[in-house]
Structure formats: C-alpha cells, structure tokens
C-alpha cells in the first residue's frame, strides 16, 4: 500500500503557492522499493516516516526550530502537509497544513532507545483529550548510517504549563514570554491532568502509570486545555517486577518517596506527583526551590503555612485577583480563600507520605470540578465573567 506523508518547511512564507511545494516526500527507499524499518517489535499501528522528510521539514534540525529540549531529546517545530484526496496531491488546494511537533531522541544518553519504544508502546493504547496524540514514528538511521528515532505529535500552541507557571523575561524561540495564569485557568489545567491521570489508572485495558507528572510533561492547546505528554518512563501495571527498570525515580521534586526506597511503581506514585503539581500551581513555587534543600520538604512547607492561612502559601496573584473580583461583585474574599484552601488541602491529601493514605484520583477529579462550579468569579483572557452557582 503506498502510503505517504509530504512534511514542508517551516519558512516565512504564509501561503502555499502550486509551484513552492517541496518535492513529494515517501518513506526511505531501498533499490528503488518503498520500505519501511522493522517495527514489529514495537507493536505499534504508526506509519513510520523517513529520517530525510524530518531532516528537510526541519532545516537539518535548525536550531531555529528547536523549541525544547528534554532528557531524552530534542523537540521541533515542523508543518506537516497531508492531502484531502490523493488524486489532487500536487495542487496547493487540495492539502492540509498541521503544525507539528518532532521529537528526535538523543540515542547516546542512557534509557533513550527505551524511552522511544515505551512512548509507541502506551501512546497507540490510548485515546483521550488530555493525553497529547501521536501523528507518526520514524525508526530509521540518518546519513551517516547512525540509528535514528524520532516521533511525531500535535503541536500545542501555547507551550508546556512549567513556561506559564515560571516565565523567564525576554523571549524564547521567537515566543513572547508568558503571561500568569488566572484561577479559574490554573483550576481547569489542573482538572484537565487529573482526568488524564484517572484515564490511565482506570480506564485503559491495563492500567498505565506515567512516572513523570510535571509542569514540563503539561502541554496546553490554544484553547488552555492540558494535555499529559512525555510517556518515555510509563509502566504498564500488568508487567512483571523485572520489566520495571531498577533506580526508576520519575524528576526530583516530583517522584513519590517508595521509588527513592526501591518501591515498586504504582498508581499511587502519580498520585503523589499530582498533588505536588497542584500545590505547585496555586502557590508559584517549585519543589526544587532552594529554600527545600536543607531538609524540610515542598509538601511539609505548604502543610505547615496552610495552616496559618492560606495567604501564607498562595501565589499573591491569585489573592490579588480574587480581592478585585470580590469588590466588584460584593462577595467577601473569604469564598475566594476558602476555594484555594481546598484545592491546598487536595494537593496535601494526594501527596502523603504513605501511598495508601493519599486521596483517589477519581475523588480529586470529582472535588476539583465541584471547586471549579463554586468559584463565585472567572478571569478569562483579562475579561471577568460572573458565574454564580446557587
């Protein structure tokens, strides 16, 4: 079956003209033989893509494209072009454009090939809005005849959650510094993973645990929606104790305390990695702050000043955002107090010591949507919008 994807060059051109399309773009050949790599051990339903069509969509991986950079790899900016009908291939009008995103594995780091495997492994068994999709794979070797992998995914507008949290001045990658985000933003975010989240645990065929819950694994859309992303340390719970690699820890800050001790990975650890997620989101501090290194912790410290009031640990943002919206619709800052404190005492109960004592995902779901339906005022793209719910 000939299959085929034609990627195109991201260039400052706004408008495909007949004759500036790049050339068609077909899988690697072989002898003239459209071929593919061998993915049967991958166990995946992807159409891979060739090493040339992602070298050339991306300038040779231009640094110019380059809009991040993880542990296993670098990720770029690419326009995908699919036709609507094959008969019409060549003719600009007949074609989609999709802003992709290409992430390319750096195979000399340690855990890299395994990542990649992992990531085509769960990404193809699940569906579902807040969980980041897959386009397409490429498992190939480049010019040089050194192993290549790479995969595909939507491109999410507005960046990872870890750059709206904690915006660095001046630009970055041509994008203007964000902005902060609002409640009722950072509220729905926060609705959004733990719906991820209580997808993977309950709602796939074989339970997933994602082992790496951060801001930097949060992609939001154009519309805010989160989506969970970065699959490379998920664990299926069905797998023995052996498929799980030893020293598995997730990010400091993040990992749940049992894998420091050698625990097995469970539901609970992301448990653990959300409630400190969430503490993070609502208080603007990270858990790798300086001010945890000598000994306390981000959870303790957030207990410990929640309970001498929650304007104690709340991002001055909020509280100030909340005291404008109180005086214009005559509500007390109180019902706006009290709102983030729940969400603080969530982000406590699922981040405990003891795994068995942290909250049920499907509990924090149904409490942070209870939350969301309260708050008495909405702050959305600067513009507020009163929702009373009696």
Known sequence: MDLSLLFLRLSKRKTIGRNKMLSFLRLRRKNNAIVSADWSHLRV??????????SESTDKFSSENLIGVGSFGSVYKVALVTPFDRTYLFLAEYVQVHLVAVK?????????????????EVLRNIRHRNVVKIVTACSSVDFYGNEFKALVYQYMEKGSLEEW????????????????????????????????VEYLHNHCETPIVHCDIKPSNVLLDNEFTAHLSDFGLARFLSRTKNDFAIGLRGSVG??????????????????????ILLLEIFS????????????????????????KGVEKIADPVLLQEGKGAASIIGIG???????????????????????????????????????????????????????MVL
């Not at 858990?287 to 207990?303: K, Q, V, Y």
């Not at 795994?355 to 995902?361: A, T």
């Open 165 to 196: 949290l904690h915006p660095t001045s001046g630009t970055q990658q041509g994008r203007s510094a964000p902005k902060k985000l609002n409640l009722y933003q950072r509220l729905s975010i926060a609705i959004d993973v733990a719906c991820a």
């Open 284 to 307: 603007g501090r990270k858990p790798t702050d300086e001010m945890f290194c000598d000994g306390s912790n981000f959870r303790s410290f957030c207990e410990a000043a929640l309970s």
């Open 45 to 54: 339903d992807l159409l891979p893509v060739s090493y040339s069509a992602l």
């Open 254 to 275: 993040y990992a749940a305390p049992e894998y420091g001790m050698g625990g097995e990975v469970s539901t609970y650890g992301d448990l653990y990695s959300f409630g």
């Open 333 to 387: 800052d109180k019902e706006i107090e009290e709102c983030l404190s729940e969400i603080f005492r969530i982000g406590i109960g699922c981040s405990t010591e003891s795994p068995k004592d942290r909250l049920d995902i499907r509990d924090v779901v149904f409490s942070l949507s209870y939350i969301r339906e309260r708050l008495p005022c909405l702050l959305r793209g600067g513009t507020l919008i009163f929702d």
């Open 104 to 120: 390319v594995f750096n195979l000399s780091r340690h855990g890299a090939s395994r990542s990649f495997i992992t990531e085509c």
